[in-house]
């Protein structure tokens, strides 16, 4: 059961990673905030991590509850954990600050997941 969450708990770690690291070691992309760059990367890691958590929950043969309550799971899991890294980066590191809009962005890239997921993964939905 633990080997099916490997994944989402792999993509969490690079996620929090990315997020706590110092600005000033983020490279100056001018091209980044003209389009909101930010934004869609927050939006495709979400994206990524609440398709990971799918698939684990969906591949859960034994625990009818996580298996057919995954997309649920999987956004509410997605959800709070940029809700808690947004409040870490605002409180807990001197130079990140949280933002309502990366927030927004993850909520979005999660419920992009979702439908990613239910679009390729049709068969196990059934």
């Known amino acids: ?3 099916y969450y490997l994944a989402p708990i792999a993509w969490a770690a690079i996620i929090l990673f990315l ?3 110092p600005s000033s070691e983020l490279p100056e992309f001018s091209l980044w905030r003209i389009f909101s760059f930010d934004k869609l990367v927050h939006a495709a ?3 990524a ?3 990971q958590i799918m698939k684990a929950c969906i591949r859960q043969y034994a625990n009818w509850t996580l298996r057919y309550n995954a997309a649920r799971i999987s956004f509410i899991i997605s959800t709070i954990y940029g809700g808690l890294i947004e409040l870490y980066q605002e409180f807990l590191t001197p130079d990140r600050y949280g933002d309502w809009m990366d ?3 993850n909520i979005i890239g999660a419920i ?3 439908i990613l997921f239910r679009i390729i993964f049709i068969e196990y939905i059934r």
Do not use: N
């Open 49 to 51: 991590l609440t398709f």
């Open 103 to 105: 927030l927004i962005s």
């Open 45 to 47: 890691m979400y994206g």
């Open 19 to 21: 997020s706590i690291i």
């Open 1 to 3: 059961m633990f080997r």
């Open 112 to 114: 992009i997941g979702i």
